[in-house]
């Protein structure tokens, strides 16, 4: 999300950062206001009452799928989300002809497409599908079109092209560790500081592991790639 931010000058009002921004009013809120919605968070699929899958938001609140189903739950001027979640159309078809995942949801609140995944993914393949998905998007590709060469150039991507990815990670990790001291605890700044901190060294530790293996192609496992999809218009 971060990068995201960087590569296309989010502004910040446009943006929900730390506990303290992340609440399901400012989502709603946020949601309500773009055209171009990007959710980075976690997310949890209940099978057994999909009615109840849901969003984790901030303090333990959380938007659940038979809230974005309401007619109190609007957003018509959606053209785009992506649901950069774990498992957030997984769903089983026994109830209705069609599943009911958090995908539907955003579909029913007015939404004109979704991309979200079957599966957990790995954060640093769904940083980088993410990007690629963007940029191909920025290159006048529909949607369907966009997802099929995002998941093509992560499975092509190659371990020696994430070598100046990993160096402005570790150097960002290291700066924010010298930072530390500058925002008092409790703070929006410490909280803001802490969720930034533990997303880069969390990418740092998975750089490493790549790092350390023997795969040329990281990502060419369809664990990685297969578990993104597209709903809604093209």
Known sequence: G??????????????LIGSNQATTKNYRQLAQQVQVLHSCHHAESRLDNPLESQLKLAHGSSITLGQLMTPSWRFPQLV?????????NLGTPSLTDDILTLSTGFLCAGAR???????SVNDLATALFSIFYYQQRQ???????ALQKAQIQLREFRKIDLNKIFQEVEAREKELIVNRKKYPSGSIEHEQWKLEYNMYAKLNRQFKEIENST???PFS?????AAFICHGLR
């Open 2 to 15: 971060e990068k995201l931010a960087q590569i296309y000058n989010i502004p910040r009002e446009n943006r």
């Open 113 to 119: 497409s979704v991309v979200s995944t079957l599966w």
């Open 215 to 217: 795969q040329q192609f």
């Open 221 to 225: 496992d369809p664990h990685y790639w």
């Open 80 to 88: 785009e989300v992506f649901l950069s979640c774990c498992e957030t």
């Open 139 to 145: 290159e006048g590709r529909n949607r369907p079109e």
